[in-house]
Every structure is written in C-alpha cells, then in structure tokens.
C-alpha cells in the first residue's frame, strides 16, 4: 500500500459534506438530511500512479462543534472546505475556516480545496461561479464547483 492521507471535509451545516463524501465513496447521493456528528471511512485510490489510502473525515457544521474543528485540523493531511452556492452564510464562513486551518497548523499555506457544491440548483444560487473562483485565488487553492447529487466534480476533488 502507498501513502495514507488523512482528509477532512469542513464547512456549515447542511453544505453537502456527507453527500459529497458518499457519493464519493460508493456513488451514491443522499437525498434526506440527517445531520452528521463525525464519521470516518476509508477508500484507497490512485493518485498519479500511486496508490493511495485515503481516510476521510466528515466533520459536524454546527456551530456547536467548531470547537471540536481544531482537533479535527490538527490531524488532517489534506482538507475540502464546503460551502453551498444556495447559500451566502455559508460562503462567508470559507475564509475563516481556512484561516483556521493555518493557525492550527502553524502554516502560511496547507493542501486545501474549496468545493460550490449544490451547484445542479441553479434557480437557489446565490453565489457565483465567479465568487467561487476569486475566494479560490485569494487563497492560492483549488476550487471546484461541485453537485454531489449529479456527481460532478465529486472524485476531482478528493485528487488533489
């Protein structure tokens, strides 16, 4: 076996985390909402020409648990922020989880992408491709708009 690294998927609530990481995982899409507290899977892939064991970590959105967000990024590797386009609250919230992922990991930058999911609803859409894109640059990371629901962009994402 290759490498292990450990992702974690961090954003607000109701963003799509477990979707996307489902969909991810066995290519399915989860259609009713059930908030997640934490849950761990394991999926090995191939990553350019190497095998590659990743271990994913879907993080709670609430508010209540940011406390528990700094464990959560001490001990990742690699991390998918989310927010949903449907959703300016959640857009907002991008900058400050990143700039907290630097100050735990004592880092001017770290393997970081930030996904739009949501993006198959464009008639709720409420932040643009653009603004996507120019948080994305802002950072110096990758972005990717993403629909977990029509799996667009979904395994991409975890490529990085």
Do not use: W
């Not at 949903?84 to 991008?94: D, L, N, P, W």
């Not at 907290?100 to 004592?106: E, I």
């Not at 491709?129 to 110096?140: A, F, K, R, W, Y």
Request: some cysteine; overall charge negative.
């Amino acid at each position: 076996m290759g490498e292990r690294f450990k992702i974690v998927l961090l954003g607000g609530s109701g963003v799509g985390k477990s979707a996307i990481t489902l969909m991810f995982l066995q290519g399915t899409f989860l259609s009713e909402y059930d908030p997640t507290l934490e849950e761990t899977f394991r999926k090995t892939m191939t990553i350019e020409n190497k095998s590659c064991l990743l271990d994913i970590l879907d993080t709670a959105g609430q508010e209540s648990y940011t406390t528990m967000e700094s464990r959560y990024i001490q001990n990742g590797d690699g991390f998918l922020i989310v927010y949903s386009v449907t959703s300016e609250a959640t857009f907002q919230k991008v900058s400050k989880i990143y700039d907290l992922v630097l100050r735990v990991k004592d880092m001017d930058s770290f393997p970081t992408v930030i996904l739009g999911n949501k993006s198959d609803l464009a008639k709720e859409r409420k932040v643009t491709v653009n603004q996507g894109i120019e948080l994305s640059t802002q950072h110096s990371v990758p972005f990717f708009e993403t629909s977990a629901l029509q799996n667009k962009n979904i395994t991409e994402s975890f490529s990085f």
